[in-house]
């Protein structure tokens, strides 16, 4: 499920952080970089990059949180040479921890702490976040994401068409739902045909989707599974796997939790909230 952020970890990024004269935070590209285990700076401005790119594209300003300076480096024998640097916002590092290896176990640490450092922002903000607000918002962009990567590993495995994938994707539901597919529980949880299911699910049940798709994209992967039958049969397997664990632990069945209302909404707020936050530069 979601990546628990240990203690150590969040002492790093922690230590890392630098407060300027007006009370922000703020962190350096090259200090993130180092902790990422980027030891070329080259490879990390690439990330960089896009970070920059999905902040533009987001409708918010980059500059607002992409700062770029110059300082002095050490670089042996008592000498420095002056480098360029980006004084990073957390929502600038939020993004580019999305976009960093994520091969790496720090950065999968790095975006859970940056997406807390966000959500806590907010809360100054008029009509802040509930807690479950906040897990729904995090969980679902996992969600997102991930639902991605599962869709190219199930493409490597055999699954090409729209209809071979809405076919995958079913399994992997009739497995974790107790043999229920995406019309039953549409039908369960009374959503209209257009409605998306993941947008109308709370924390608990997107955990354990975010699970289901994770455990299974690693699977096709790790084990090199390959045709159509086979990777339904993995997505299945892993799904039933996940119930089976809520069961043992005592939890509700997906297919019995409650059905709030669209995480649409949430998002449109969040932007908006994202939208007012301050400058780096205080303008």
């Known amino acids: 499920m979601s990546t628990r952020l240990t203690k150590k970890a969040k002492e790093t990024f922690e230590k890392i952080k630098r407060i300027d004269e007006n009370g922000q935070e703020w962190w350096s590209s090259r200090d993130l970089a180092r902790v990422l285990g980027y030891t070329d700076y ?11 790119e999905a902040c533009r594209n987001s409708g918010i300003n980059p500059k607002d949180h992409f700062v770029v ?10 000498s420095e040479r002056q480098v360029d640097t980006v004084r990073m916002s957390r929502y600038a590092c939020y993004l580019a921890v999305q976009n960093a290896n994520p091969s790496k176990t720090i950065v999968a640490q790095a975006q859970t702490y940056f ?28 969600m997102k994401k991930h ?24 399994a992997g539901y009739k497995g974790l739902y107790g043999g229920l597919d ?9 959503l209209t045909k257009n409605q998306e299911i993941l947008d ?12 289901r798709a994770t455990q299974t994209e690693d699977k096709l992967r790790r084990e090199g599974i390959k045709g159509k039958a086979n990777a339904n049969r993995t997505h299945f397997d892993v799904g039933r796997k996940v119930r089976e664990t809520i069961a043992e632990l005592g939890g509700t069945m997906p297919e019995d939790l409650p059905t709030p209302e669209s995480i649409k909404r949430l998002e449109s707020k969040q932007r908006r909230l994202l939208k007012k936050q301050k400058p780096l530069d205080g303008n």
Do not use: C
């Open 147 to 170: 639902n991605q990567r599962l869709a190219s590993a199930a493409k490597e495995a055999g699954v090409v068409t729209n209809k071979d994938y809405g076919i995958f994707q079913n």
């Open 182 to 190: 995406r019309e039953d529980i549409h039908d369960r949880k009374g």
């Open 200 to 211: 109308h699910m709370g924390s608990t049940e997107l955990a354990a989707n975010l699970f």
């Open 69 to 78: 300076y110059n300082e002095m480096v050490p670089i042996g024998s008592n």
């Open 115 to 142: 997406a807390v450092q966000v959500r806590r922002a907010e809360k100054y903000l008029d009509s802040p976040f509930t807690e479950e607000d906040e897990k729904r918002l995090m969980l679902r962009g996992e």
């Open 42 to 52: 080259r490879y990390f401005k690439e990330v960089g990059n896009k970070a920059w």
